[in-house]
T-cell receptor, first 113, second 117 residues
Framework: AQSVTQPDIHITVSEGASLELRCNYS??????LFWYVQSPGQGLQLLLK??????LVQGIKGFEAEFKRSQSSFNLRKPSVHWSDAAEYFC???????????FGAGTILRVKS | GAGVSQSPRYKVAKRGQDVALRCDPI?????LFWYQQALGQGPEFLTY????????KSGLPSDRFFAERPEGSVSTLKIQRTQQEDSAVYLC???????????????FGSGTRLTVV
């Protein structure tokens, strides 16, 4: 069965500092990988996705993620965090040619000024 | 519409009541999904429709949960005899592409927060 682990429940970074949110997945074949962001009371917004090809994926709002097959990881990064980035971030995996997403438990990002 | 619309935004139900949650997907989207998000957790898959056909209901937690999409557009998630453990945010998502993720992914609604008291 697929699973997603986000080891960090909470992360606090200073505004302007760099950010890395960790995600590890368990799946035998090539997965489809996603990062979503959720602000309080809002739905999930897709930041970026990886299906194949270049392992460094660029997303919206200045985010990027790198797929590392050898480490079963898909970590999310941003070089300089803005206060508006404070939210909860979810990593998710889907089967190749599948449909349902399996989500991690999420990482809450706090940004301090 | 421009996005996935869910109603009501908030629902408080007494234990034992039946509730119905509505999802209006993006027009023309073939696939529709329901997810349940408990407090402090990631969303968990409940069920999936392609047009009006319910192709996967493996995530429905009990036979008290029922979903339908009779005309292949609007979907309703019904929970009978609600229990406290049903308290969660129920998210609906729709996708243009059948089965394959393709370049589109999902578009999620803002969810319905159900509180069972």
């Amino acid at each position: 069965a697929q699973s997603v682990t986000q080891p960090d429940i909470h992360i606090t970074v200073s505004e302007g500092a760099s950010l890395e949110l960790r995600c590890n997945y368990s799946y035998g074949a090539t997965p489809y990988l996603f990062w979503y962001v959720q602000s309080p009371g809002q739905g999930l917004q897709l930041l970026l996705k990886y299906f194949s090809g270049d392992t460094l994926v660029q997303g919206i709002k200045g985010f990027e993620a790198e797929f590392k097959r050898s480490q079963s990881s898909f970590n999310l990064r941003k070089p300089s965090v803005h206060w508006s980035d404070a939210a909860e971030y979810f990593c998710a995996v889907a089967r190749e040619y599948g449909n349902k997403l399996v989500f991690g438990a999420g990482t809450i990002l706090r940004v301090k000024s | 519409g421009a996005g996935v619309s869910q109603s009501p935004r908030y629902k408080v139900a007494k234990r034992g009541q039946d509730v119905a949650l509505r999802c209006d997907p993006i027009s023309g989207h073939v696939s529709l999904f329901w997810y349940q998000q408990a407090l402090g957790q990631g969303p968990e898959f409940l069920t999936y429709f392609q047009n009006e056909a319910q192709l996967d209901k493996s995530g429905l937690p009990s036979d008290r949960f029922f979903a339908e999409r009779p005309e292949g557009s609007v979907s309703t998630l019904k929970i009978q005899r609600t229990q406290q453990e049903d308290s969660a945010v129920y998210l609906c998502a729709s996708s243009l592409v059948f089965l394959q993720m393709g370049p589109y992914g999902y578009t999620f609604g803002s969810g319905t927060r159900l509180t069972v008291v």
